[in-house]
C-alpha cells in the first residue's frame, strides 16, 4: 500500500460549502438593507449608537467575525477555479491558490483585529 | 470544480500527444456553462459584500456612521449594491437547493427527498434574515 499524501483539499472545501451557507443565510439581508434600503431612503439608518452597542456585543463580534472569515475562504475557492476555468491558466494553480487564500487570509486577520479590538 | 469541462488540463506529458484547441469562450456555448459561470461569479461579489460590511462595521466602531452613509448613497454605490444583492441571492438559492445533492439524509431507511432539505434551508434563510432585520432596525 502506498501511503496517502497528505492535502489541504478537503479543508479547503470544507471551508468553502461552510462559507456558502453562511453567505447565503447571512450577506442577501445585510446588502439589502445597508447597501440598497437605507441609502435610498425606504427604511431610516439606525441610530449611530444602537449600531454601537450591537457591534460592541461580544455574541454580535464572534458572528461578524466567523461569517466574514468563512465568507472570504468560500470567495477564494471559487474564484480560484473560476479564474483558472475562464482564462484557462489552470497551470499556475499553485500561484494562484497562494494569491486567493492569502487575500482571503489578510481579510480575516483584519476583521479578526476589528473584532477583537475593544472600543 | 469543474476542469473536466474545460478541457486541455490532463497531465499528459508526451510530445506527441493530441492537444486540441482550447475553447476561449466555452462558457458562450451553451446556457448551461454560462449559468454555471456567472454562479462562480457570485464569489466576486460575496467579496464585495463582506468589505462593504467590513467598511460598515468600521464606520459604527469608529463613529464615521454619517460619511458610510453618504458613501452608500452614491449612485454607483447603489448601483454596485444591487448588482451584490442579486448575485448574493443567485448564490443563495443556488446553494441553498445544492445540499440534498452533496448529502444524502436516510431516515428509517429512507431518503429524505429533495424538496425537504431545500425547503429546511430556505426556512432558515427567511429566518435568520427576519431575525438580522428585526436586531438591526429594532429601535
Not at chain 1, 449600531?51 to 472570504?72: E, N, Q, W
Not at chain 1, 475562504?73 to 482564462?87: C, I
Not at chain 2, 486541455?8 to 454555471?36: N, Q
Request: proline content about 4%.
Amino acid at each position: 500500500m502506498t501511503p496517502r499524501r497528505r492535502t489541504p483539499e478537503p479543508y479547503l472545501w470544507l471551508l468553502f460549502t461552510g462559507g456558502g451557507v453562511v453567505a447565503a443565510l447571512v450577506l442577501p439581508v445585510v446588502v439589502l438593507l445597508f447597501g440598497v434600503l437605507m441609502p435610498l431612503g425606504v427604511v431610516d439608518w439606525p441610530d449611530a449608537a444602537h449600531l454601537r452597542a450591537l457591534a460592541g456585543h461580544g455574541l454580535v463580534r464572534i458572528a461578524l467575525a466567523v461569517v466574514v472569515v468563512l465568507c472570504l475562504f468560500h470567495a477564494a475557492h471559487r474564484l480560484r477555479f473560476t479564474s483558472e476555468e475562464l482564462l484557462g491558466i489552470g497551470r499556475f494553480d499553485r500561484l494562484i491558490a497562494v494569491v486567493c487564500y492569502g487575500g482571503a487570509l489578510a481579510g480575516s486577520i483584519v476583521a479578526v483585529r476589528m473584532m477583537t479590538y475593544m472600543s | 470544480m469543474t476542469r473536466e469541462m474545460t478541457g486541455g488540463m490532463t497531465g499528459d506529458t508526451r510530445a506527441d500527444a493530441y492537444r486540441p484547441r482550447r475553447d476561449r469562450l466555452w462558457f458562450t456555448r451553451s446556457r448551461g456553462y454560462t449559468v454555471f459561470v456567472l454562479r462562480e461569479l457570485t464569489s466576486v461579489f460575496v467579496a464585495w459584500s463582506i468589505v462593504f460590511l467590513l467598511m460598515l462595521v468600521d464606520a459604527v466602531l469608529g463613529g464615521s456612521l454619517p460619511e458610510f452613509a453618504a458613501l452608500a448613497a452614491r449612485p454607483w454605490m447603489i448601483a454596485l449594491n444591487v448588482v451584490a444583492l442579486a448575485a448574493t441571492v443567485f448564490h443563495a438559492v443556488t446553494f441553498l437547493n445544492l445540499a440534498p445533492k452533496a448529502t444524502v439524509v436516510r431516515l428509517d431507511g429512507r431518503r429524505v427527498p429533495a424538496w425537504m432539505i431545500q425547503g429546511g434551508n430556505h426556512t432558515a434563510w427567511a429566518l435568520v434574515s427576519l431575525l438580522i432585520a428585526y436586531v438591526v432596525l429594532r429601535s
